[in-house]
């Protein structure tokens, strides 16, 4: 049974960093493109980066040169390093682990960032 194990959320203020974590089996890290949706409350859930095995990146255009996605062979674990954190990026974050046309096969149980003074 494939699990994607996510860790790193919680409540910061605007302005401030976090780091996501999501950790799985070797099998899965090693030919799946790796990444993270988020939905907000009463809205749809959205792509917020990917990144594949050899380490090609996407991001959407909302969190360009604020977020980073970054991934650890060794330790089979996708990273994301979130900056200047928005009341706007506040959602529960969902790791995902999919196939390189990004249809999605494994879901996270999810995590919830909140962002608020």
């Known amino acids: 049974q494939v699990q994607l194990v996510e860790s790193g959320g919680g409540l910061v203020q605007p302005g401030e960093s976090l780091r996501l974590s999501c950790a799985t089996s070797?099998?899965?890290?090693?030919?799946?493109?790796m990444g993270w949706y988020r939905q907000a409350p009463g809205k749809q859930r959205e792509l917020v980066a990917s990144i594949t095995p050899g380490r090609s990146t996407r991001y959407a255009d909302s969190v360009k040169g604020r977020f980073i996605i970054s991934r650890d062979n060794g330790k089979n674990t996708v990273y994301l390093q979130m900056s200047s954190l928005k009341p706007e990026d506040t959602a529960v974050y969902f790791c995902?682990?999919?196939?390189?046309?990004?249809?999605?096969?494994?879901w996270g149980q999810g995590t919830r960032v909140t962002v608020s003074t």
């Open positions: 070797g099998s899965i890290f090693r030919i799946y493109i």
């Open positions: 995902f682990a999919g196939s390189a046309t990004m249809k999605v096969d494994y």
